[in-house]
T-cell receptor, first 111, second 114 residues
Framework: KQEVTQIPAALSVPEGENLVLNCSFT??????LQWFRQDPGKGLTSLLLIQSSQREQTSGRLNASLDKSSGRSTLYIAASQPGDSATYLCAVIGGSEKLVFGKGMKLTVNP | DVKVTQSSRYLVKRTGEKVFLECVQD?????MFWYRQDPGLGLRLIYFSYDVKMKEKGDIPEGYSVSREKKERFSLILESASTNQTSMYLCASSFIGREDNEQFFGPGTRLTVL
C-alpha cells in the first residue's frame, strides 16, 4: 500500500530564505506526483504536477523535482515571502486513479 | 480556468438529518472525488466516480452515499447525519487515465452536525 510522508510537519522561517520541502513515497510505480497549497479553511490549490517521465517542473519561484527510483520529491521555494505561508501537501497517483496524500507541512514565513 | 464549485461553504445540520453536498466541474472531467479532511488525519477519500452512474468506494465510505447522474455533477449524501461527520468536505475532479491528470479541488464545505 502506497504511503506518502512529509517531514517536518511544520516549519517557521524568516522572509527571504530559500526553502526545500520534502516528500517521500514507498511505491515507485506512480503516474505522477502533485504538489498542492492549502490556506486555512480553504480548498487545495494545485501548484505543480510532475509526470513520472519528468524530473522536474517549474512555476515562478517554485521548482519541484522527482526521483522515482528513490521515492522522493522536493519542492523548492525561492526567496520566501509571508504570502507563502500555508500548508503544502504532496500526493502521488498510480494506476488506481486515486491520489494518496501526505499529511502536509505547515509553513510560516515571518516578515 | 478549471473550475470546481461546491454548493455551500458552510453548513450546519442536526443529527439525523439527510444532507446533500453538491459539486460541479466545468472541465468535462471523467473522474470526480469526494474527500473529508480532519486535523491529524489528513485527507481521506470517501467515494470516487469515473463515469456517469459509476462509483467506487474510497477509504471511508460508511455513512455516505453518492450520486452522479450527469458528468459535471457529483453529489455526496449523508443519509442520517451524525456528529462524527462534522468535517471539511472537499470535492475534486480530473481526467481519466492520463499522466497529466491533474486533480483540481473545490473550495470546500465546512459541515457542522449538532
Amino acid at each position: 500500500k502506497q504511503e506518502v510522508t512529509q517531514i517536518p510537519a511544520a516549519l517557521s522561517v524568516p522572509e527571504g530564505e530559500n526553502l526545500v520541502l520534502n516528500c517521500s513515497f514507498t511505491d515507485s510505480a506512480i503516474y505522477n506526483l502533485q504538489w498542492f497549497r492549502q490556506d486555512p479553511g480553504k480548498g487545495l490549490t494545485s501548484l505543480l504536477l510532475i509526470q513520472s517521465s519528468q524530473r522536474e517542473q517549474t512555476s515562478g519561484r517554485l521548482n519541484a523535482s522527482l526521483d522515482k527510483s528513490s521515492g522522493r520529491s522536493t519542492l523548492y521555494i525561492a526567496a520566501s515571502q509571508p504570502g507563502d505561508s500555508a500548508t503544502y501537501l504532496c500526493a502521488v497517483i498510480g494506476g488506481s486513479e486515486k491520489l494518496v496524500f501526505g499529511k502536509g507541512m505547515k509553513l510560516t514565513v515571518n516578515p | 480556468d478549471v473550475k470546481v464549485t461546491q454548493s455551500s461553504r458552510y453548513l450546519v445540520k442536526r443529527t439525523g438529518e439527510k444532507v446533500f453536498l453538491e459539486c460541479v466541474q466545468d472541465m468535462d472531467h471523467e473522474n470526480m472525488f469526494w474527500y473529508r479532511q480532519d486535523p491529524g488525519l489528513g485527507l481521506r477519500l470517501i467515494y470516487f466516480s469515473y463515469d456517469v452512474k459509476m462509483k467506487e468506494k474510497g477509504d471511508i465510505p460508511e455513512g455516505y452515499s453518492v450520486s452522479r447522474e450527469k458528468k459535471e455533477r457529483f453529489s455526496l449524501i449523508l443519509e442520517s447525519a451524525s456528529t462524527n461527520q462534522t468535517s471539511m468536505y472537499l470535492c475534486a475532479s480530473s481526467f481519466i487515465g492520463r499522466e497529466d491528470n491533474e486533480q483540481f479541488f473545490g473550495p470546500g464545505t465546512r459541515l457542522t452536525v449538532l
